[in-house]
T-cell receptor, first 114, second 114 residues
Framework: DQQVKQNSPSLSVQEGRISILNCDYT??????FLWYKKYPAEGPTFLIS?????DKNEDGRFTVFLNKSAKHLSLHIVPSQPGDSAVYFC?????????????FGKGTHLIIQP | DTGVSQNPRHKITKRGQNVTFRCDPISEHNRLYWYRQTLGQGPEFLTY????????KSRLLSDRFSAERPKGSFSTLEIQRTEQGDSAMYLCASSLAVPNYGYTFGSGTRLTVV
């Protein structure tokens, strides 16, 4: 049973436009949500996180939105740049009462087209 | 600091052999994690240490797997009697006590069991 779902295996966006990556979760105990970016042959790199007490967190070109009632979060990248082409993983964590590891989705391969 | 270092980067072994991987975390990080990633999946949590204590093990970690972190510094992950299903990327990550800002991952060790 997948607790974190990224239903789009891939996404193609034109350079300069907005990229929107989506993630759904089922475990209501999750209270921290993170996005990681992964290039081939490298480990995942932390991008941005959000606590369940917030609905938005911004860091430069990256914004994460959290809709707790829908158990949905999204990552917005604007403007999209060629270096953003990578696999993006959504991950969740339960600060209390849950397993101590992160639960990851399967990832979305973002391709930025020139 | 050079980040999280994992050795070797690649390992090819015959079925039934034992293998050992090493992870050197960021020196000031007291938490160390092992994850496994197979093709088309996100990283899956295996186990984690706080200092030298192994505090949690996933049910994915069969009794053929053992991890150690002597003196709370580097960690080793050993797989005994390898099977073809063990072929995966093994990722190590480290963090300070509260991971809401994200872990730092190493580049991983890719294991191929033939």
């Amino acid at each position: 049973d997948q607790q974190v779902k990224q239903n789009s295996p891939s996404l193609s966006v034109q350079e300069g436009r907005i990229s929107i990556l989506n993630c759904d979760y089922t475990n209501s105990m999750f209270d921290y949500f993170l996005w990681y970016k992964k290039y081939p042959a490298e480990g995942p790199t932390f991008l941005i996180s959000i606590s369940s007490i917030k609905d938005k967190n911004e860091d430069g070109r990256f914004t994460v939105f959290l809709n707790k009632s829908a158990k949905h979060l999204s990552l917005h990248i604007v403007p999209s740049q060629p270096g953003d082409s990578a696999v993006y993983f959504c991950a969740s964590y339960a600060y209390e009462g849950g397993a101590d590891g992160l639960t990851f989705g399967k990832g979305t391969h973002l391709i930025i087209q020139p | 600091d050079t980040g999280v270092s994992q050795n070797p980067r690649h390992k090819i072994t015959k079925r039934g052999q034992n293998v050992t991987f090493r992870c050197d975390p960021i020196s000031e990080h007291n938490r160390l994690y092992w994850y496994r990633q197979t093709l088309g999946q996100g990283p899956e949590f295996l186990t984690y240490f706080q200092n030298e204590a192994q505090l949690e093990k996933s049910r994915l970690l069969s009794d053929r797997f053992s991890a150690e972190r002597p003196k709370g510094s580097f960690s080793t992950l050993e797989i005994q009697r390898t099977e073809q299903g063990d072929s995966a990327m093994y990722l190590c990550a480290s963090s300070l006590a509260v991971p809401n800002y994200g872990y730092t991952f190493g580049s991983g060790t890719r294991l191929t069991v033939v």
